[in-house]
């Protein structure tokens, strides 16, 4: 045994064995993807049916004993990952090595219960976590809460207020986002704004409505009744799931509480097509769409710590 710190990727034959040998594996408070119970799916690599690529799974090692590890996602296609989904540790000073190290970037979503500051076991875990993702350089960004939507709520009625139709021109899609984001609480939007204005963030945004494998027909555009447009909802399907893709009302539309209205069309959209759950998300501070979401029967399940990468070493 040597305590000379190594810091690797897995191999396929290793991967699944070594990164699920850490020790205190079963204090879910401690270590884990997600501080909740019951915790979500296991790891397993791409080849075994999961969803995690050998590659992008990081560990660091004192001889034979993994002491931190991460393991970062993307979508089938993706050439980088899009989130580090695991990353947790029995030893400090390696897990910060470790982040440094690697030279895999992208944003680190802590998945927490509700109301996890309330538990103090949960909340000392959480905060170590965040301390030594802090260390290494990734910065808090916001903070999430996550819904689930599924039959038991019902479905919302729709309101009649507003008339809804397909738009194929990815330019009107366009031009919707860039409006929308000139005043926008989205905190993913804003740092966007910060780095390359109004454009980055609307392009962003379309970019991500492309990378969902979901149809491009989805997209809807909605209108009062005597044509005045009002806003954007897109019903998507990620990797996983079909989930609220985006809602979005122009600024001299809103006050008119007409969030709510595109959060009906999308949900009933995507149970009309079948979905037994839809998944979504807002920012803590958006209260608006935090109201809408809860009228329209989404309970919060999950509560999201994002924190930016630091630059590439």
């Not at 309330?118 to 910065?139: F, I, K, L």
Request: charged share 25%.
């Amino acid at each position: 045994m040597t305590d000379r710190l190594v810091i690797r990727a897995l191999a396929e034959g290793e991967a699944r064995e070594l990164f699920t040998s850490m020790p205190g594996l079963s204090d879910a408070t401690l270590l884990g993807r997600a501080l909740l119970d019951p915790p979500l799916d296991g790891y397993e690599t791409v080849a075994a049916g999961g969803q995690y690529r050998p590659e992008w799974t990081w560990v660091a090692l004192r001889g034979d004993t993994v002491v931190a590890r991460a393991a970062f996602w993307g979508g089938p296609d993706d050439e980088q990952p899009v989130a580090l989904d695991w990353f947790d540790y029995t030893d400090r000073a390696a897990a910060v090595a470790l982040l440094r190290t690697t030279p895999l970037r992208a944003e680190y979503e802590l998945i927490l219960p509700p109301a996890w500051r309330d538990d103090p076991a949960v909340r000392a875990a959480a905060e170590r976590r965040v301390e030594a993702a802090a260390e290494a350089g990734y910065r808090p960004l916001v903070e999430r809460f996550r819904y689930l939507w599924t039959p038991a709520a019902g479905l919302p009625e729709r309101p009649g207020r507003l008339v809804f139709r397909p738009e194929p021109d990815d330019d009107v899609i366009l031009d919707v986002l860039r409006r929308v984001h000139t005043a926008t609480l989205d905190s993913h939007a804003r740092r966007a704004i910060e780095t390359g204005g109004v454009e980055l963030a609307a392009r962003e945004e379309l970019d991500f409505f492309r990378w969902c494998p979901s149809p491009r027909s989805w997209w809807q555009l909605a209108f009062t009744p005597g044509g005045e447009p009002v806003g954007l909802h897109v019903p998507a399907r990620n990797h996983a799931k079909p989930v609220v893709g985006f809602i979005g009302v122009l600024p001299e539309q809103r006050g008119h509480g007409y969030g709510y209205d595109l959060l009906v069309e999308c949900t009933r959209h995507l149970a009309d097509g079948g979905a037994t759950e839809i998944a979504a998300a807002t920012d803590l501070k958006n209260a608006p769409m935090a109201a809408a979401f809860a009228r329209a029967g989404y309970p919060v399940t999950q509560h999201r710590f994002c924190m930016t990468p630091p630059p590439p070493a």
